[in-house]
């Protein structure tokens, strides 16, 4: 969804969406909405600047760091954002308005793109780091076998670092 900015009763409206999950996925090569994002929020237009706040909620799937298995991962997200344009930001005026909770992006004056701002805020919201469990045991180098749900028999190759150096040398 885009918001027309020249659309916009004075100056100002009031936005809603329902996203489905394929409307978005993927959102990056780890993450994927894994039901429909909500989205509601409000725009107003101050001189060049355009503010867009509001509110999405999801639930997400992030792949796990060791054994890649998706985990489930619900999103509350509250966003305050802050447009400006090209021209502006180039003039200098982004020195003034760099407020600590704001974010401030460049467009190009006249749409909002409401997409980028859900994919955006559902990345934000999730963790960087994710485990599927704390002890996740994640998968063998050797065979692929996932540790959590099978032996392998495969043995630890854990080579001295000194021993692999005169390795690499025969
Ligand atoms: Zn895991
Ligand atoms: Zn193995």
Same mark, same amino acid.
């Given at each position: 969804?885009?918001?027309?900015?020249?659309?916009?009763?004075?100056? /100002?409206?009031?936005?809603?969406?329902?996203?489905?999950?394929?409307?978005?996925?993927?959102?990056?090569?780890?993450?994927?909405?894994?039901?429909?994002?909500?989205?509601?929020? /409000?725009?107003?237009?101050?001189?060049?600047?355009?503010?867009?706040?509001?509110?999405?909620?999801?639930?997400?799937?992030?792949?796990?760091?060791?054994?890649?298995?998706?985990?489930?991962?619900?999103?509350?997200?509250?966003?305050?954002?802050?447009?400006?344009?090209?021209?502006?930001?180039?003039?200098?005026?982004?020195?003034?308005?760099?407020?600590?909770?704001?974010?401030?992006?460049?467009?190009?004056?006249?749409?909002?793109?409401?997409?980028?701002?859900?994919?955006?805020?559902?990345?934000l919201a999730v963790p960087t780091?994710?485990?599927?469990?704390?002890?996740?045991?994640?998968?063998?180098?050797?065979?692929?076998?996932?540790?959590?749900?099978?032996?392998?028999?495969?043995?630890?190759?854990?080579?001295?670092?000194?021993?692999?150096?005169? /390795?690499?040398?025969?």
């Open positions: 969804m885009r918001i027309e900015l020249e659309h916009l009763e004075g100056r /100002k409206g009031d936005f809603a969406h329902i996203y489905q999950p394929e409307d978005l996925n993927p959102l990056d090569e780890r993450v994927l909405l894994s039901a429909p994002a909500t989205v509601t929020g /409000k725009v107003r237009l101050a001189g060049n600047e355009v503010f867009v706040n509001g509110h999405v909620d999801t639930r997400a799937q992030i792949e796990c760091d060791r054994c890649l298995q998706p985990v489930e991962s619900t999103v509350n997200a509250d966003f305050a954002l802050e447009y400006i344009t090209g021209s502006e930001y180039e003039s200098g005026a982004v020195a003034e308005l760099t407020d600590a909770d704001m974010s401030v992006s460049v467009f190009d004056g006249n749409t909002i793109d409401v997409d980028e701002i859900v994919k955006e805020q559902v990345l780091r994710m485990l599927c469990r704390e002890d996740c045991k994640g998968i063998c180098p050797e065979c692929g076998t996932d540790r959590n749900t099978g032996a392998c028999n495969c043995v630890d190759k854990e080579i001295d670092p000194r021993w692999a150096a005169l /390795k690499n040398l025969s």
